[in-house]
């Protein structure tokens, strides 16, 4: 089994910043696309940020020059800077990863979801 393991959520006042983490875990052969996704109340789950195993990186509008994805392949862990924030801002952040698992039949594709986190940006 593969797991994706998000932190670093909280409480800020408009302006400020924080840093998210996904970790996966488990029998991980190669992780391909990495992503965070948000989801306010009573809106549909939205793209953030992707980021491929190579490092080519895409952004939200709502988020370009305010966020930085990045992740480090040796860790299996994906971040996400988050400055100037915005009360808009405020959601559960969501990190989902595809790749390659493996099995004991051999290898398996995955694309899983980790648990969520909430970022809440008020004063």
């Known amino acids: 089994q593969v797991q994706l393991v998000e932190s670093g959520g909280g409480l800020v006042q408009p302006g400020g910043s924080l840093r998210l983490s996904c970790a996966a875990s488990g029998a991980i052969f190669s992780i391909n696309a990495m992503g965070w996704y948000r989801q306010a109340p009573g809106k549909q789950r939205e793209l953030v940020a992707t980021i491929t195993s190579g490092g080519s990186t895409n952004y939200a509008d709502s988020v370009k020059g305010r966020s930085t994805i990045s992740r480090d392949n040796a860790k299996n862990t994906m971040y996400l800077q988050m400055n100037s924030l915005k009360p808009e801002d405020t959601a559960v952040y969501y990190c989902?990863?595809?790749?390659?698992?493996?099995?004991?039949w051999g290898p398996g594709s995955f694309d899983i979801w980790g648990q969520g986190t909430q970022v809440t940006v008020s004063s």
């Open positions: 989902n990863a595809a790749g390659i698992r493996r099995t004991t």
